[in-house]
């Protein structure tokens, strides 16, 4: 069995269980979790200053609570495209329709399919989120994804990623993956810095921390990177590749 197929498997297991880990599988991935564990993403229409013109990809989406967050608050009427490998993650959210939605066509589409590989036509969205697929890739595959997420966005898009990330401290770091692992088998930590570098590596212009914060639960840090496709005809200087402080 590869790595990929020991990866669906733990997380529909996960995802499918009846007991604690199940249930909290399926608060953490959903809108709970969504305010809980993943605080900062609640203001990305105010951060990001989208609009109803935002047309939405998510990668690795789980229950979909994202993505029909930013729907409601933009009053979108371009259903947004959730991605995940888990057939159990994308059931729940095929099921989890909010009351509250503008109507039915926004709707979200849903795929199955891995975040290294996308079958979707090139340059169709404006923004593309990704939170927590980092950790399961190596450097390849991570470079695939990055490159995915360049394809798919028009000129003048957005792509923003956050993953668990180190510490700087190799003791925490090393019990912070034994953390993780209870949930997923060997996670990979990168820095921001790291993911700065692959985006370069992907053809971004431009790209930089997106410091997202605080994040609650779990007390583990992120890295987060913000990262954008210029508009066409437009040079980017080094200085706006990136900001790290």
């Not at 159990?88 to 989890?96: D, Q």
């Not at 695939?144 to 000129?155: D, G, H, I, M, Q």
Request: negative net charge; aromatic residues 10%; charged residues 20%.
């Amino acid at each position: 069995m590869d790595n990929q197929s020991a990866l669906l498997n733990e997380y529909d297991a996960w995802f499918d269980s009846t007991g604690l880990k199940g249930f909290l599988a399926r608060q953490l991935f959903g809108t709970f979790g969504l305010w809980a564990a993943s605080t900062p993403l609640i203001r990305l229409p105010e951060e990001l200053s989208l609009t109803a013109k935002t047309t939405h990809l998510d990668i690795g989406s789980g229950t979909g609570a994202l993505a029909r967050h930013l729907s409601l608050r933009t009053e979108s009427p371009n259903a947004p495209v959730l991605i995940d490998f888990s057939s159990i993650a994308l059931k729940i959210a095929r099921e989890n329709k909010p009351m509250g939605m503008p109507d039915r066509n926004t709707v979200p589409h849903l795929l199955q399919a891995t975040a290294t590989d996308i079958p979707l036509k090139t340059a169709t969205f404006n923004l593309i989120t990704c939170g927590y697929v980092a950790k399961h890739l190596d450097e390849t595959d991570l470079f695939k994804l990055f490159s995915e997420a360049y394809r798919l966005l028009t000129p003048g898009g957005l792509f923003l990623l956050w993953e668990f990330g180190p510490s700087g401290n190799k003791r925490l770091d090393r019990w912070n993956s034994f953390v993780l692992s209870r949930y997923v088998s060997q996670p990979i930590l990168r820095s921001t810095e790291t993911l700065q570098e692959i985006a370069d590596d992907a053809g971004f212009g431009f790209y930089e921390d997106a410091r997202l914060r605080p994040f609650l639960f779990p007390p583990i840090p992120r890295a987060s990177i913000l990262a954008g496709k210029p508009p066409e005809g437009f040079e980017v200087s080094d200085r706006l590749r990136t900001e790290t402080p």
